[in-house]
């Protein structure tokens, strides 16, 4: 077992990156032997996952999100809290998010505003979740058209992950969260060149260069937010290529992951950068470089500026 | 003009209140120039005081909530939200609550969660939340048939208010912000020397008594508060009376008043802290004397025992 722990300001948050996931049961039952404990669980990790889970999932403790868009909604957020009610869950029970993205911003809101909050643990099960949504406190919900619009800022006491989840995730979803991961190479120097130098755009990493990637992009996220925990200031450079990549999410009718988005979205941002004298030539065909060692979407090049540009007027995510 | 600061952990809370309307409507105007401001204003004082405020409200910034329980939903919630989404309204905008505890509780809950969270002003205009709701950030709404079950913990910016508002103040409700004033009395052994030397049970007090009670009552939930922000041990002595109280409120369907309640409450823990032997005999006298000059609702005696015990268990409040 291999733990990373990253310390943040207040001192109070753990990420955990474990080998294994029986580690990830381990320490999960360590809080449930001395706590009451619900979990909120997407259902494709579900299906995946509850063998190995059944020592701890029962129906008055369990329930399954449909990780979709769709319930990414109050309705679901409503589920949940009648779920917690029937279950007599109370502000001092854990609520354990166990999911992707979808699963952990819906899961989470619920959490935060449920008795004005309970104790919450997140369990990123996708590439994305374990270096970017599971880590600053971000929560929400979709309303009517608008995409995260409703939710607070309320984090985890710990985030709780293994790189072994990976293994069962697809390989488009592995590239989006690679799309986060390239993003942070883009904010620490150090990091990009490491990326530089042992990234080939293959998919499929040896288990300790997974583990490094993700500890450090943890890290690397964390302490930017832990500098702007609101999304005031410092936290925007996290957005790096999303105005960009929202855009082209928008105009494929969100068929292309988000993280997808990003990749295309930071190559897009470097071209312009550089346009406006702001990134050198050499700093440019490096980026690009590492970036063009990822594959996305060949659609992607047929979008038409203009209704790129459009969809970036309307953009009122995030 | 009169104003008391109160200084927050965090520095960044005000209180000021002010001994005119006008002056509350001029400190509004200083935001208003550099910001574009959202009211949520109580009906009752819309009726009362829009001609006075019309140079501030105008359709597209001015939502008026009907102050009853019934209003205090996720309904209301998304009024607000649909309110805010047709005006444009963003993170950098301050929503300015105008009201008593229902408005102060919905309206704060919908500027916490709308795109994570929007700036916050409280204006209390009734006494209980001048000394009570608008102080320490608790939001909420009723969900179902539990009261204030879902929410959040958003302090405002600034709480702005004036004494004045009390003049349209039914007595009853002068009544039920008593309570609160006369629970901090019981907290503070200083208060309640004042309070036992120069309350004779009016309500109808001057103008610079009124100012002493409200700014000592504020500054007291204030200390408590920021001793204990998410309500954990410390903030627990702010339910004093109030187990009781909640009984005495849900045996009367909610006829009999929060703060009236309450009074009525520590009596109630009163006696039983003389019971069970940790009050002694003159400390309870001198209590009971304090409390007895307030006369509540006659019905509240005729209460049985046993209908207030049974309320008392299935307290879930709060």
């Given at each position: 077992?291999?733990?990373?722990?990253?310390?943040?300001?207040?001192?109070?948050?753990?990420?955990?990156?474990?080998?294994?996931?029986?580690?990830?049961?381990?320490?999960?039952?360590?809080?449930?032997?001395?706590?009451?404990?619900?979990?909120?669980?997407d259902s494709?990790?579900?299906?995946?996952?509850?063998?190995?889970?059944?020592?701890?999932?029962?129906?008055?403790?369990?329930?399954v999100l449909n990780a979709t868009?769709e319930y990414?909604?109050?309705?679901s957020?409503?589920?949940?809290?009648?779920?917690?009610?029937?279950?007599?869950?109370?502000?001092?029970?854990?609520?354990?998010?166990?999911?992707?993205?979808?699963?952990?911003?819906?899961?989470?809101?619920?959490?935060?505003?449920?008795?004005?909050?309970?104790?919450?643990?997140?369990?990123?099960?996708?590439?994305?979740?374990?270096?970017?949504?599971?880590?600053?406190?971000?929560?929400?919900?979709?309303?009517?058209?608008?995409?995260?619009?409703?939710?607070?800022?309320?984090?985890?006491?710990?985030?709780?992950?293994?790189?072994?989840?990976?293994?069962?995730?697809?390989?488009?979803?592995?590239?989006?969260?690679?799309?986060?991961?390239?993003?942070?190479?883009?904010?620490?120097?150090?990091?990009?060149?490491?990326?530089?130098?042992?990234?080939?755009?293959?998919?499929?990493?040896?288990?300790?260069?997974?583990?490094?990637?993700?500890?450090?992009?943890?890290?690397?996220?964390?302490?930017?937010?832990?500098?702007?925990?609101?999304?005031?200031?410092?936290?925007?450079?996290?957005?790096?290529?999303?105005?960009?990549?929202?855009?082209?999410?928008?105009?494929?009718?969100?068929?292309?992951?988000?993280?997808?988005?990003?990749?295309?979205?930071?190559?897009?941002?470097?071209?312009?950068?550089?346009?406006?004298?702001?990134?050198?030539?050499?700093?440019?065909?490096?980026?690009?470089?590492?970036?063009?060692?990822?594959?996305?979407?060949?659609?992607?090049?047929?979008?038409?500026?203009?209704?790129?540009?459009?969809?970036?007027?309307?953009?009122?995510?995030?």
């Amino acid at each position: 077992m291999r733990n990373i722990t990253i310390e943040s300001n207040n001192g109070s948050f753990n990420y955990s990156l474990i080998s294994s996931i029986e580690g990830v049961i381990g320490k999960i039952e360590g809080i449930l032997n001395s706590h009451s404990c619900f979990y909120i669980v997407d259902s494709n990790v579900h299906k995946i996952y509850h063998n190995q889970f059944k020592h701890l999932f029962n129906q008055k403790n369990c329930f399954v999100l449909n990780a979709t868009e769709e319930y990414k909604s109050f309705d679901s957020i409503y589920r949940i809290y009648d779920f917690l009610l029937e279950n007599n869950a109370d502000r001092s029970s854990y609520i354990i998010v166990i999911g992707g993205g979808i699963t952990g911003d819906t899961g989470s809101f619920a959490a935060s505003s449920f008795m004005r909050g309970t104790r919450l643990i997140h369990v990123p099960t996708t590439l994305l979740a374990m270096v970017d949504s599971s880590i600053g406190g971000k929560t929400g919900v979709n309303y009517k058209k608008y995409k995260n619009f409703i939710g607070s800022f309320y984090e985890p006491e710990q985030v709780i992950t293994s790189s072994k989840f990976l293994s069962t995730l697809k390989q488009e979803d592995v590239l989006s969260g690679m799309g986060e991961v390239l993003k942070y190479a883009l904010i620490d120097s150090n990091f990009f060149d490491y990326c530089f130098s042992w990234l080939d755009g293959s998919l499929d990493l040896p288990e300790d260069d997974l583990l490094y990637l993700i500890g450090k992009s943890a890290q690397i996220k964390n302490d930017v937010v832990t500098q702007d925990k609101k999304d005031l200031k410092m936290r925007h450079s996290l957005n790096l290529g999303h105005t960009f990549g929202h855009a082209i999410e928008s105009v494929s009718g969100f068929s292309v992951k988000h993280g997808i988005g990003v990749i295309a979205g930071m190559r897009g941002a470097t071209y312009l950068a550089n346009k406006m004298g702001i990134m050198e030539d050499k700093v440019m065909e490096k980026v690009l470089d590492l970036l063009g060692r990822y594959k996305v979407d060949e659609k992607i090049n047929t979008y038409s500026t203009d209704s790129i540009y459009l969809a970036m007027q309307g953009d009122k995510r995030e």
